[in-house]
């Protein structure tokens, strides 16, 4: 893969991630909730997810999900199901649950699994982004260059701009948090990330491949 080609994929990957997203919603409220050192968990989570999905597809799991319909419902229901859950638990959490982030609380290897692991699900819960790792990575390969070293830096391209552009929502999010400290604008936030994540797995159950 030549530099020409690369920028074109760079310009591809930005536009695909810097578009909102459930990934980018978590790492948001997470940013508002906990703080954006903590939320780094969330983006480290998520970058494991795309880490696995294209591992996934390099091993060919990606065509095989895209010819079996019946292995591409199950992963799609999973993956509907838990963002369905997740946006019902965050519409009826309390708003004690978005308190603004006090920098001086110590974090606990607790909090900082459960985050890293929401942001592992949610990022890994869309079997069609199996699917579209397998799409995308074949147009910018060049049959004639070794071909390890051309999905690494593939890989790699993505998962830089994933945790750069991840890590400026949850740093966003931690700017919105002095403003929302009335007990209605919180409630506010819950219903609207609440509400977005039900309709991320809505979308997602009835999504065809």
Known sequence: ????????????????IVTPGPSAAICLTH???????????????????????????????????????????????????????LG?????????ALEEYKGGAPSTSNEIARLFRQGFVVGIANPKDLLFFGALFPQFIDPTEPLAHQLATLGATWLVVDGLTMSSYAAFGSKLAPKIRTLGAKRFLNRVTGGFFIAAGGLLAVARR
């Open 31 to 85: 940013g508002v909730s906990h703080g954006p050192c903590r939320a780094l968990a969330t983006v480290a989570g998520g970058m494991a997810a795309a880490s696995v999905l294209m591992l996934l597809s390099a091993l060919g799991l990606g065509a095989i999900v895209a010819a079996s319909s019946t292995l591409f419902l199950v992963i799609k229901v999973i993956g509907a199901l838990y963002l369905v859950a």
């Open 88 to 96: 019902i638990s965050i519409w009826r959490s309390t708003p004690s």
């Open 1 to 16: 893969m030549d530099f020409h080609s690369w920028l074109i994929y760079l310009s591809v990957v930005a536009a695909i």
